[in-house]
């Protein structure tokens, strides 16, 4: 199996600029979570997704977020317009959905906003 | 709500020493409880876990175990490698928090040859 894929792995742009960062899950597993990790704040759940749907986006930070899951293989983060505070680790994670989850995480996308 | 406490870091010991990492958490219900680690420049991988009290989890020489009685889930290791060097995460899992992870904030290891 591939893993949790992301893409890009390093994302520098500027700010106001948008920014789409890319999670294709493990297949099979219908759960998906997107985290940022910052020295200062450690590692914040963002938002939630079950089976496509989301359940919970009450860690995304403002309405400059938005994250969708058109399809179970898919999801995007988009962040517009980027501001120099959102630079930090996003990760995806997945996991199925059943019983006692274990969470598989991406490698993440390292983005910094100029 | 559910939280998680870890030892403040940064934690550096010379190969073959005995590392523990103290976690303890806050949860109601019954939580699992999870060891996560992050190498350099990776995403967090699970190490291992424990899903009732007593239970003990194990992998790769690391060991925990569930303790109810004071909420605890202390990582242990009898001899660290220079290669165990990363940071690691303490979190858990609560059935009615729609299987989300709370994690600690993570404890910065450095294992010197």
């Known amino acids: 199996d591939a893993g949790v894929i992301q893409s890009p792995r390093h994302e520098v742009t500027e700010m106001g600029q948008e920014v789409t960062l890319r999670c294709k899950p493990i297949s099979g597993h219908n759960s998906l979570f997107w985290y940022r990790q910052t020295m200062m704040r450690g590692l914040e759940l963002l938002i939630y997704?079950?089976?496509?749907?989301?359940?919970?986006d009450s860690g995304m930070p403002e309405d400059r977020f938005s994250a969708k899951m058109p399809n179970a293989s898919f999801s995007t983060l988009k962040i517009q317009p980027s501001e120099p505070r959102d630079s930090a680790v996003y990760f995806c994670a997945s996991s199925t959905g059943q019983g006692i989850d274990t969470q598989y995480f991406g490698p993440g996308t390292r983005l910094t906003v100029l | 709500g559910d939280s998680v406490t870890q030892m403040e870091g940064p934690v550096t010991l010379s190969e073959e020493a005995f590392l523990t990492i103290n976690c303890t958490y806050t949860a109601t219900g019954y939580p699992s409880l999870f060891w996560y680690v992050q190498y350099p420049g990776e995403g967090l991988q699970l190490l291992l876990k424990a899903t009732k009290a007593d239970d003990k989890g194990s992998n790769k020489g690391f060991e925990a175990t569930y303790r109810k009685e004071t909420t605890s889930f202390h990582l242990e290791k009898g001899s660290v490698q220079v290669s165990d060097s990363a940071v690691y995460f303490c979190a858990l899992s609560n059935s009615g928090s729609a299987r989300q992870l709370t994690f600690g904030s993570g404890t910065q290891l450095t294992v010197l040859p």
């Open positions: 997704f079950n089976n496509n749907v989301p359940i919970d």
